[in-house]
């Protein structure tokens, strides 16, 4: 039977976190989590003991013409029962085409990642319906066990965690408690719409698979704990693997000539696992076999790129360079001919490139009295013919030269910023400054790069 002891065995692990956020819709499923869990806190306070702070986070999509009466009715509940609400106004521009049901999604995790702090817990109220929904969406996809394995009790979220203490409970079992309780609720009426995969799952396949099959939340539920654990054994396999190819999972690239000395499989399971401990979105079966077939076997000199994206996050990029296969997100655009004027004072940040920074340093970089009898200096990127002569060397030499020199992936060497001073170039960032420009013995600036591709 539901009831707040029956949620509290999973929530033992959290009863010391700073605060139990609660993603609160007013809904049936968060509001008989929000009564169970303030019925906790209750209990709890009688026998003296404590529970964190309880803070309701609704986030308000704007999408239905009573969104803000949803807001307002969450407020309300909130005051009723001493709770804390933070309501949130997220603007998902529901005229785009695309898929909605995603653009919601992605922009109310965001409101919940922002909201996280250290020690944090976000309460969300999915259940085992839930997980079944899930489970199919998943399965339709084309997804592989990683995919379609069970849905996380708890995972972590920004700098806290998400838990959900309704997944092993049903929708029916939830609906009883809520009506059995008096409980008052919001009826979306979009969650009767067909036209959203998910609604149609419920609406329309569900109810005909449960007359078939009346066990099935059980059975697929099994199924996709065992998806799980065969997620776990590959990403085992993968540890293994790259242990004895001697492969970093985590690092930028990994060598092609290394992967290749394994099954097809196994090079699969590889590169899915690398993406992962890169937080980079996975591919389809599709564009996973482009990489295997196009990108690694590519000549050296050849430019290959393969580009996906899961719709839940940044587009991701592979590509080729010599021996290595490289992954990342996918590089923004920028524009190439821009001329920006900096003072070295403050942080720059350039359009597509991502952020940088000049620090004050002795004997190293460039020499701080050029730069201040000038007043800073100047950014440019790669236009062609430029040339240069890295420290040390006897003579200039064109930059494409030194770029293939020094074996800058192809893809940065138009990215990587030019400093210049009265239209000299003097310095390429994170690889050379010039001869006649490093400070030796003198007070020096280093320009480092802080964020970006």
């Keep these: 039977m539901l009831s707040p002891l029956n949620i509290l065995k999973p929530l033992v692990p959290f009863l010391t976190a700073k605060r139990w956020l609660i993603a609160y819709s007013g809904g049936v499923d968060s509001r008989v989590l929000l009564e169970l869990l303030v019925a906790l806190k209750q209990q709890r306070a009688t026998a003296g003991e404590t529970t964190p702070e309880l803070l309701l986070v609704h986030v308000n999509h704007q999408i239905d013409t009573e969104s803000a009466a949803w807001a307002e009715h969450c407020r309300r509940q909130g005051e009723i029962l001493g709770v804390s609400v933070s309501v949130h106004c997220v603007d998902i521009n529901a005229a785009v085409t695309g898929n909605l049901e995603e653009r919601a999604r992605q922009a109310r995790y965001g409101v919940f990642e922002s909201l996280l702090q250290a020690d944090d817990v976000l309460m969300l109220g999915h259940h085992r319906d839930d997980q079944i929904e899930t489970l199919l969406m998943r399965l339709l996809r084309g997804s592989g066990s990683r995919g379609i394995g069970a849905m996380p009790q708890t995972r972590w979220l920004g700098a806290g965690q998400l838990h959900r203490p309704l997944l092993s409970i049903s929708r029916s079992d939830i609906e009883g408690y809520a ?50 654990e065969s997620a776990a054994l590959n990403a085992e396999l993968a540890v293994v693997d790259c242990h004895a190819l001697g492969l970093l999972p985590d690092s930028q690239s990994l060598s092609i000539h290394a992967l290749q000395q394994l099954s097809l499989g196994r090079q699969k399971n590889i590169i899915r696992y690398w993406l992962e401990q890169r937080q980079l979105a996975l591919p389809s079966a599709a564009q996973l076999h482009i990489v295997l077939e196009e990108v690694m076997t590519a000549s050296e000199d050849a430019k290959p790129l393969v580009q996906w994206s899961d719709g839940q996050s940044s587009a991701v990029q592979v590509r080729r360079f010599k021996d290595d296969l490289y992954a990342m997100e996918a590089l923004a655009a920028f524009d190439s001919t821009q001329v920006v004027k900096w003072s070295l004072k403050d942080h720059l940040t350039i359009a597509g490139i991502g952020e940088f920074c000049a620090n004050m340093t002795s004997g190293t970089g460039i020499k701080k009295s050029l730069v201040d009898s000038v007043g800073g200096v100047t950014v440019q990127f790669r236009q062609g013919g430029e040339r240069c002569q890295p420290t040390g060397r006897s003579h200039s030499q064109s930059l494409k030269k030194l770029f293939q020199e020094y074996q800058v992936e192809p893809w940065k060497r138009d990215r990587t910023p030019l400093i210049y001073v009265n239209d000299i170039l003097i310095a390429v960032v994170g690889y050379w400054i010039c001869e006649g420009y490093v400070a030796e013995h003198e007070p020096g600036i280093n320009i480092t790069q802080m964020s970006g591709n």
């Design 179 to 228: 009506v059995k309780a008096g409980l008052d609720w919001i009826e979306d009426p979009s969650n009767q719409k067909s036209d959203y995969d998910r609604n149609f799952l419920r609406l329309q396949i569900l109810p005909s698979i449960e007359q078939r099959w009346p066990e099935y939340r059980t059975t697929l539920s099994r199924a996709a704990t065992l998806s799980e």
